[in-house]
């Protein structure tokens, strides 16, 4: 497809398990964003690759998430222990440069018992 | 801090007529501002943007006004259908700051 695709679309876990969560961007996209959107909130910024730069970490809430870009593609968003109040739906975008129009994958709903 | 935020979270207008969305931000030296839209269960979708050089940009039943003076922007849709429904949120694209949306409901 020629989309955003993330993967797994639903993820149920219990609290202290570790999660991965990946992200597919369209091919050639030298940008990708990870997002936050608690139910019915708006999107809370997470990191933000761009090419073979540093990520942005800025937004990351804590220690407990990190996440890489493999070959300046596929990204895993990880988060270690989970907390409940991790649960949200995780919201990876691409974009052909930082700033532009960014594309949104379906999310991952993580749900953190 | 940074932020962006809508001045009422819902709103409803009635099939035809026009409906306008509003957003504040903070930063002053943000130049770049894009509208998304998101529909239940999905990702968001980009509908137009504007840059800080322009007042106002057209798109296909779109527009988007800025005032730089009071940091304000605007989406307007004309002619708002039932497929409008959805959430929409303003966003300060450099910083990656979105407001909280706007629940749009379209009445028949």
């Known amino acids: 497809g020629a989309g955003v695709s993330q993967s797994p679309s639903n993820k149920v876990t219990e609290k202290g398990k570790d999660v991965e969560l990946r992200c597919d961007p369209i091919?050639?996209?030298?940008?990708l964003y990870w997002y936050r959107q608690s139910l019915g909130q708006g999107l809370e910024f997470l990191i933000y690759?761009?090419?073979?730069?540093?990520?942005?970490k800025s937004g990351l809430p804590s220690d407990r998430f990190s996440a890489e870009r493999t070959g300046g593609s596929v990204s895993t968003l990880t988060i270690q222990r989970t907390q409940q109040e991790d649960s949200a739906v995780y919201l990876c975008?691409?974009?052909?440069?930082?700033?532009?129009?960014?594309?949104f994958g379906p999310g991952t709903r993580l749900t953190v018992l | 801090g940074e932020s962006v935020g809508l001045h009422l979270p819902t709103l409803s207008v009635q099939e035809g007529d026009n409906s306008i969305i509003n957003c504040a931000y903070s930063?002053?030296?943000?130049?770049?501002f894009i509208w998304y839209k998101q529909e239940s269960g999905k990702g968001p979708q980009f509908i137009i943007d504007?840059?800080?050089?322009?007042d106002k940009r057209q798109g296909q039943r779109v527009t988007v006004l800025l005032n730089k003076t009071v940091k304000h922007l605007s989406l307007q849709i004309a002619a708002t259908q039932p497929g409008d429904s959805a959430v929409y949120f303003c966003?300060?694209?450099?910083?990656?700051?979105f407001g909280p949306g706007t629940r749009l409901s379209v009445l028949p």
């Open positions: 975008a691409s974009s052909s440069r930082g700033g532009n129009e960014q594309f």
């Open positions: 690759f761009q090419g073979n730069s540093a990520p942005d």
């Open positions: 966003a300060e694209s450099q910083n990656f700051v």
């Open positions: 091919s050639g996209h030298t940008a």
């Open positions: 504007i840059r800080s050089n322009m």
């Open positions: 930063n002053s030296a943000s130049d770049y």
